[in-house]
C-alpha cells in the first residue's frame, strides 16, 4: 500500500522530531536506511521478490538496535568512555539475522553503562528520558529501545536482558518486551559479553509496540534453534492455567508494590475469570522473597566448569586494569571519575558480596531449588502473573535510592524462565503499568499468547501524549 522509501522517511522524521527531547537514539544511520529502502523499492517493482515473503518477512520494515550490540559501522560502547572511539566492523548475529529478514536498521539506541543498571544514562551518549514524562527514567539497560519504541521513532527493536533490561524499560515505556528461554536466542556480538555461568542468564530478544510482532522478531532472531520454543503448537487460552503472585513475599530490600500495579493485575485477573471462564489461582513462593540475593550470587558463581564469572570492575577497565571502585567514588565526588555512580556502586557491592563465599553457596542451592519448584508448578500449560516492578517510571536519579528493585524481573533470568512484558495502559500519573507473564522453559508460545489476548483487552500501547 505504501513504499518502502515512505516508510522509512516517516520513521526518520519521527526520531528527528521526538530525539531531541528524549535522547533515545545516539547515533543514526538515516542516509544508509533511505538508500536501502529504495532498493527494496526497485526489487519490488522488478518483481525480484517471491510474493510470498517468507525469505524476507521484514522487507523494509525500519528497526532500531541497542548500542551493545554491533552494528556494522556503528558505535558499540555500551556507554563505557574508555570504548568511545570503537567502531562495530561486523554485525551482531541477531542483528545480521534481522537485516537477512530484510529489515532496514535505522540507528543504535542508548544504555546505562556496560548494560547493568536500569536508567539509561552514561557519560558517553548522557540521559534517556520516558517519552510520557520527560522526568521520568526510560528504565535500562534497553532503555533507548523501549524510549525510541513508545515514541513512535521505531516499529520494532533489538534488545537484551540479564536482570530486566528488555522488561523494564518496555514496562516504563507501555511497550511490549519478550525474555526467551535461556540458551535458545544467540548473544554473541554484544559488548560486554557474558562469560562463565553469565552465558545461562543473558538473553537477546525483541522489543516493539504491538504483541502480533514479538513472535515473527523472536522467530528470526532464534534462527534454527526456533523449533524449541513451539512457537507452532496452538494456544487455547481456556486451557491454560493461571497463577497469580502480587508480590515476592515482602523482601526487606526492595519497595512495596504500587496500589495501581496491584490494582491493574486484579483486573487482568478479574477479566481472565469472567472471560475464559478459568480460576486463577493465587500462590506464594516463599523464595520469591530472597529474589535479590539469589540472582547476585548466581550471577558471581562459577560455572559448572569451574570458570569464574567476569568480575564488573574488570568489565569497566575495559582490558586493562581493573577498576578500583572506592577509589572511583573518591574521584565521582570530586566530579573526576570517568563512570557513574550506578556502576561504581555495583563494583562496591561486588566487592561486598565476595567476602562471604558460604552464603553464596547457599543461595545458589535456593535457585536451583526454586528453579525446580517453578518449573513443576508451571508445568506444560501454566502462566504466572507478576509484577514487573515494585513502582511506575520513577524519576532521574531516584534508582540510586532504590537499587534492588530490579529483583522483580532478574530472578527469572537466573530461573531461565520465558516471561513477557505486558502493558496494561496509564496510571493516575500518565505512566504506564504493565505486567509480566512467565511460563516453563521452552513454554514461550503461551506467554505471547496471552500477551496477544491481553492487548485486545486492555488496548496495548497507549500514544504518550493521548491520556
Not at 520494515?61 to 570503537?86: D, I, Q, W, Y
Not at 514524562?133 to 525510541?148: F, M, P, R, T, W
Not at 554484544?190 to 502480533?212: D, H, N, T, W
Not at 496491584?262 to 489461582?281: F, M, R
Amino acid at each position: 500500500q505504501v513504499k518502502c522509501i515512505e516508510v522509512v522517511e516517516a520513521y526518520v522524521e519521527r526520531i528527528r522530531e521526538v530525539n531531541p527531547l528524549i535522547n533515545a537514539v545516539v547515533k543514526d544511520r538515516f542516509e544508509e536506511a533511505l538508500q536501502e529502502a529504495q532498493q527494496v523499492d526497485r526489487l519490488l517493482a522488478e518483481g525480484r521478490v517471491d510474493d510470498s515473503l517468507e525469505k524476507y518477512p521484514f522487507l523494509g520494515v525500519p528497526f532500531t538496535v541497542k548500542e551493545a550490540f554491533s552494528l556494522h559501522g556503528m558505535p558499540n560502547t555500551s556507554g563505557l568512555v574508555k570504548r568511545r572511539c570503537v567502531i562495530a566492523a561486523t554485525d551482531a548475529i541477531v542483528v545480521g539475522r534481522m537485516k537477512q529478514a530484510g529489515a532496514i536498521p535505522l540507528g543504535v539506541t542508548n544504555c546505562s553503562e556496560l548494560c547493568m543498571w536500569f536508567e539509561s544514562s552514561n557519560n558517553v551518549y548522557g540521559r534517556t528520558n520516558n517519552p510520557y514524562n520527560l522526568q521520568h527514567i526510560a528504565g535500562g539497560s534497553s532503555g533507548g529501545e523501549g524510549s525510541v519504541l513508545a515514541a513512535a521513532g521505531s516499529v520494532i527493536g533489538v534488545g537484551s536482558d540479564v536482570g530486566g533490561s528488555i522488561r523494564m524499560p518496555a514496562f516504563f515505556n507501555g511497550v511490549f518486551g519478550h525474555k526467551p528461554t535461556t540458551g535458545v536466542v544467540p548473544n554473541d556480538g554484544q559488548f560486554p559479553i557474558a562469560e562463565g555461568v553469565r552465558r545461562k542468564f543473558l538473553c537477546s530478544g525483541p522489543m516493539c509496540r504491538y504483541a502480533e510482532d514479538l513472535e515473527p522478531m523472536l522467530r528470526v532472531m532464534a534462527g534454527p534453534e526456533v523449533h524449541k520454543l513451539k512457537l507452532d503448537e496452538k494456544v487455547l487460552l481456556e486451557k491454560i492455567k493461571f497463577y497469580c503472585m502480587d508480590h515476592d513475599g515482602g523482601s526487606v530490600f526492595v519497595y512495596p508494590v504500587d496500589k495501581e500495579i496491584l490494582q491493574a493485575q486484579k483486573k487482568v485477573v478479574e477479566h481472565l475469570e469472567s472471560d475464559l471462564g478459568v480460576q486463577v489461582q493465587r500462590v506464594s513462593i516463599h523464595k520469591m522473597k530472597y529474589s535479590f540475593q539469589i540472582w547476585s550470587a548466581m550471577m558471581s558463581s562459577r560455572d559448572s566448569d569451574g570458570t569464574e564469572a567476569q568480575r564488573f570492575t574488570d568489565l569497566l577497565g575495559d582490558h586493562g586494569k581493573p577498576v578500583w571502585p572506592l577509589w572511583e567514588l573518591l574521584k565521582w565526588l570530586v566530579g573526576m571519575s570517568s563512570h557513574t555512580l550506578p556502576a561504581i556502586a555495583l563494583g562496591l557491592t561486588e566487592k561486598v558480596m565476595q567476602l562471604s563465599p558460604s552464603a553464596n553457596a547457599k543461595l545458589v542451592s535456593m535457585g536451583k531449588s526454586l528453579q525446580a519448584e517453578m518449573e513443576t508448578l508451571l508445568g506444560p500449560d501454566g502462566v504466572l502473573l507478576y509484577p514487573p516492578h515494585p513502582i511506575v517510571a520513577p524519576r532521574h536519579h531516584h534508582p540510586i535510592c532504590m537499587p534492588f528493585n530490579f529483583a522483580y524481573t532478574a530472578i527469572f533470568n537466573v530461573l531461565g524462565l520465558p516471561v513477557t512484558q505486558c502493558p496494561l495502559g496509564l496510571s493516575s500519573e500518565g505512566l504506564p503499568l504493565g505486567i509480566q507473564l512467565v511460563a516453563a522453559s521452552c513454554n514461550d508460545h503461551l506467554t505471547l499468547a496471552v500477551a496477544r489476548y491481553l492487548e485486545e483487552a486492555f488496548g496495548g500501547w497507549v500514544p504518550p501524549g493521548k491520556a
